[in-house]
């Protein structure tokens, strides 16, 4: 890719050659970011408010696995357990795994990626955040007022009817922060449709942004069903409404049949713009095109597409008929066909490639082994009869966070860390960041793995007691634990000292392709000085690899554009 001026006077307040304020320089006051428009800000603000809340819910997880090092209920009863693994789960998916990388990586990148010098509605960009941060709100008061204990599934009718606890906070707030999803979905597709730069077709978009797109038509067509899923529960819980009572003439199965509806395909919210990071990392740690482009790009929609046929595998032990669960299981199987699709070419990607282990390498290769093995345990779960044995025990809640965390939480640190040098123009401590990869990677296993076990042997999830034969795999499970809150820990101490004190990056200290690398680190207010024009395909990485330079040439070396010149630089040095 290249950038051509085209009309600087009109694309640019300031002559050119001379560097603007970057976004991060351009006011420091509190206004200004609480009232910015600017869609790099706003991720960053995503960024922030999202980690809070990582923390919040990460704490949850923790007072759970120091309950269950021991059979009986030696930390906490019954009762505040059943609130602890229920404000875990709705602060980690509606607050975290969901938004995660479209809201802060997306937010950030999208525009950069495609030449644009915003989203196409920056003020709604802005009221998602908002509409994010008051739902959290809600949740969090919920939490305050005494914690919410149906699970985060909300099952009917004790959710509804039964429960003591504050449900109607938590729903209210889910209800709120299901329009900031929908905000930013519409955001995405338009700009994607209406802002891309001269000469970016729509096979040269790098597969970051196809997977954003897909998962934005997931955000806008399945994100209406939730909210309005919660507006009956509430409706039902403050009025006495029959909707989903038996006793009132409801039906809980229809609760389940709306709810999955909408978290099925929310799986699909999560992972594909995961899959999206997966991608842009193999190409530039590979130094390869990524193999397969345009199939990996219609996997991306194909499994949008299946996402929404494929609820009904939750509801295998509910009593629905013979047929109907041979249909979704068989639909359930399909869905694996474009997924294995986008692993074996991301594999393909690194055969003969010029692979370098940089810290979002050890990433993108973590979430490679961990999301394949929560993909195909995903397909006992699909069997029907496998899934009767398997159903609501500790197998479940491993594959659920083999897929989840070790699929979206990866990608996400992988994506922070490749492009942490664009968005703050610093470079982190890369020991410590190989050092948090092996440590997340390690502990997640050693966390997770043994509750693959738990789960054959029958002990079953939700429980805060259990019998003395599972103690043994719960406190491995326990000390992976602490090893993967570690990993956690150690990003948020090096990267917080490289925002102040990091060495500078370059704009391209990864020798990477994609406009993104083409502006400054950290790019100008406007995103661009002149308006970029695309030439080549994306990954059109040249055949000798820079990364054979030592880190601190490459920081040198690379802010170059000129292949052929880097290319004479490498050969020097290897030389």
Request: proline share 6%.
């Amino acid at each position: 890719m290249t950038t051509i001026p085209v009309n600087p006077e009109l694309t640019s307040p300031l002559p050119l050659g001379r560097k603007g304020p970057s976004y991060l320089d351009i006011s420091f006051t509190v206004k200004s970011w609480l009232l910015t428009l600017d869609h790099k800000r706003i991720a960053i603000l995503y960024l922030l408010s999202m980690t809070a809340l990582f923390i919040v819910g990460g704490a949850f997880a923790t007072m759970m696995r120091l309950e269950l090092t021991t059979p009986q209920g030696d930390f906490v009863k019954a009762e505040a357990y059943n609130k602890l693994f229920t404000m875990h789960g709705v602060t980690m998916v509606f607050f975290f795994l969901i938004p995660s990388v479209p809201a802060t990586l997306g937010n950030f990148l999208v525009p950069l990626m495609i030449g644009a010098r915003d989203l196409a509605f920056p003020r709604i960009n802005l009221a998602s955040w908002y509409l994010f941060i008051i739902g959290a709100a809600f949740t969090l008061a919920a939490m305050f007022a005494g914690g919410v204990d149906t699970g985060w599934t909300f099952y009917t009718p004790y959710s509804s009817v039964y429960s003591n606890s504050q449900v109607a906070l938590a729903v209210v707030g889910i209800f709120i922060t299901g329009f900031s999803s929908v905000l930013t979905g519409l955001n995405f597709i338009v700009t994607v449709h209406k802002m891309r730069a001269p000469g970016m077709t729509w096979f040269r978009l790098p597969l970051f942004i196809w997977s954003n797109y897909a998962a934005a038509l997931i955000m806008v067509l399945g994100t209406p069903v939730i909210s309005i899923t919660m507006v009956l529960v509430a409706v039902e819980r403050l009025f006495g409404v029959g909707i989903f009572d038996p006793a009132n003439g409801g039906d809980p199965v229809l609760f389940q049949h709306m709810f999955w509806f909408y978290s099925h395909p929310a799986v699909y919210i999560m992972v594909l713009p995961a899959f999206g990071v997966i991608s842009e990392l193999m190409a530039a740690f590979s130094r390869k095109p990524v193999f397969g482009y345009k199939v990996v790009a219609f996997a991306s929609l194909a499994i949008a597409l299946l996402s929404f046929v494929v609820w009904g595998h939750h509801l295998f032990t509910t009593g629905q008929s013979v047929y109907a669960a041979l249909v979704f299981s068989v639909l359930s199987f399909l869905v694996g066909i474009p997924t294995a699709i986008k692993v074996f070419n991301w594999t393909f990607t690194m055969y003969k490639g010029s692979v370098s282990l940089e810290t979002p390498m050890l990433f993108a290769l973590g979430f490679l082994g961990i999301f394949t093995l929560g993909g195909l345990t995903g397909l006992f779960l699909a069997a029907v009869g496998l899934d009767i044995h398997l159903h609501d025990t500790y197998f479940v809640v491993a594959h659920f966070h083999y897929v989840m965390v070790g699929g979206v939480v990866l990608a996400f640190m992988g994506g922070l860390h490749y492009w942490w040098p664009k968005i703050t123009g610093r470079m982190y401590n890369e020991f410590w960041g190989k050092m948090s990869a092996i440590l997340i990677f390690f502990g997640f296993n050693l966390t997770f793995f043994p509750q693959f076990i738990l789960g054959y042997l029958g002990m079953p999830r939700r429980y805060y007691a259990y019998a003395s034969e599972f103690q043994v795999l719960n406190i491995l499970s326990s000390a992976g634990a602490s090893i993967l809150a570690s990993g956690y820990l150690l990003p948020g101490i090096y990267l917080a000292y490289s925002f102040v004190k990091g060495p500078k990056a370059g704009d391209n200290p990864w020798g990477a392709k994609g406009l993104e690398w083409q502006t400054s680190s950290p790019p100008p207010v406007e995103n661009f000085k002149k308006m970029p024009i695309v030439t080549e395909d994306c990954y059109n990485y040249p055949l000798v690899d820079p990364h054979d330079l030592q880190p601190e040439d490459r920081l040198i070396d690379s802010t170059t554009k000129d292949d052929d010149k880097l290319k004479e630089q490498v050969k020097d040095k290897l030389s």
